[in-house]
C-alpha cells in the first residue's frame, strides 16, 4: 500500500532563516505530488504540484520553492523566511489524475 | 469557472443525532467531488468521491453523500454522531487537469 511521509512534524524558526521541508512517497511510481499551504481557520492553498522528476509548476508568487530531485521526493524551501510563511503544510500526491492523498502535515511558525 | 461552496462555517449536532454538511458546487463540466476529513493538526482524509458513477456514494465511517445535479449539491450525511467525528469537512471540487479546488471547511462539533 502507498503511503506518504512528512518532515518534521512541527518547525519553529526564525525570521530570515531558511527552509527545508521534505516529503517522500513509497509503494507507487511516477507520482503527480503537490504541496499545500492551510493558514489559520482556511481553507488549502495550491503552491507547487509536480507531475515528473525536475518538473516543477508554481500556482503562486511567493517566498518559497520547491523540487523534485527523485521520483518519489518533494521538497519545499525558502532562502528566507517571512512571517507570513507560517501555516500548515501539507503534501499530496496521485496517480489517477484526480483522487489526491494527503500526508500529516508540518506545522512551521515563524517568529 | 468552478468553484465550490460549504453553507455553514461551523455545525454542532448531539451525539447520536444526525449530521448535515451542506456543499454547493458550480461547474461547465460533469465534475468530480470529494469529501476530505481534517482532524486537529493532522492531515486530510479521503472520507468519499463521486466520479459520474452512483449519484448516492458512500464512504468510511459512515458517511455518504448525494450529487445532485438539478440543485448542484454534493452535501454530507451521516445519520448518528459520534464524538470521534468532531473535524473540519471539506468538500473539493476537480479541475480537468487533476488539480482542486477547496471549499472554505465546515467544523464539526459533537456535544455528549
Known amino acids: 500500500s502507498q503511503t506518504i511521509h512528512q518532515w518534521p512534524a512541527t518547525l519553529v524558526q526564525p525570521v530570515g532563516s531558511p527552509l527545508s521541508l521534505e516529503c517522500t512517497v513509497e509503494?507507487?511510481?511516477?507520482?503527480?505530488l503537490y504541496w499545500y499551504r492551510q493558514a489559520a481557520g482556511r481553507g488549502l492553498q495550491l503552491l507547487f504540484y509536480s507531475v515528473g522528476i525536475g518538473q516543477i509548476s508554481s500556482e503562486v508568487p511567493q517566498n518559497l520553492s520547491a523540487s523534485r530531485p527523485q521520483d518519489r521526493q518533494f521538497i519545499l524551501s525558502s532562502k528566507k523566511l517571512l512571517l507570513s510563511d507560517s501555516g500548515f503544510y501539507l503534501c499530496?500526491?496521485?496517480?489517477?489524475?484526480?483522487?489526491?492523498?494527503f500526508g500529516p502535515g508540518t506545522r512551521l511558525l515563524v517568529l | 469557472a468552478q468553484s465550490v461552496t460549504q453553507l455553514d462555517s461551523h455545525v454542532s449536532v448531539s451525539e447520536g443525532t444526525p449530521v448535515l454538511l451542506r456543499c454547493n458546487y458550480s461547474s461547465s463540466y460533469s465534475p468530480s467531488l470529494f469529501w476530505y476529513v481534517q482532524h486537529p493538526n493532522k492531515g486530510l482524509q479521503l472520507l468519499l468521491k463521486?466520479?459520474?458513477?452512483?449519484?448516492l456514494v458512500k464512504g468510511i465511517n459512515g458517511f455518504e453523500a448525494e450529487f445532485k445535479k438539478s440543485e448542484t449539491s454534493f452535501h454530507l450525511t451521516k445519520p448518528s454522531a459520534h464524538m470521534s467525528d468532531a473535524a473540519e469537512y471539506f468538500c473539493v471540487v476537480s479541475l480537468q487537469g487533476g488539480k482542486l479546488i477547496f471549499g472554505q471547511g465546515t467544523e464539526l462539533s459533537v456535544k455528549p
Open positions: 499530496a500526491w496521485s496517480v489517477i489524475k484526480e483522487t489526491q492523498y
Open positions: 463521486y466520479t459520474s458513477a452512483a449519484t
Open positions: 509503494g507507487t511510481s511516477n507520482p503527480n
